[in-house]
């Protein structure tokens, strides 16, 4: 299981939870696994969001793996350059 930090108002689709586990090992499946236990975080991963994994901010990127013990955060979509 991995947890999930959810930030900001991805919270009010996880009834307010900040935390939140998920069976998966990659980028992902973490999506895949939040939008079926948290349906209304749907919409929002469709139109995009970011994670960071162990530090580094991640979007689109399907295959990077993700470890058990490794600090996850789901956050809106960060843009910007």
Known sequence: ????????SLR???DGQAE???DASTFKEVLD???????????QIEQGVSMAIDGKI?????FTPV?????VILMPLMQGG
């Open 33 to 43: 696994a939040l939008q079926l236990n948290y349906p209304g975080l749907t919409d």
């Open 12 to 14: 009010a689709a996880t």
């Open 58 to 62: 991640y979007k689109d990127s399907w």
């Open 1 to 8: 299981m991995v947890k999930v930090t959810v930030w900001g």
């Open 67 to 71: 470890k058990p013990d490794s600090e």
């Open 20 to 22: 939140v586990e998920v």
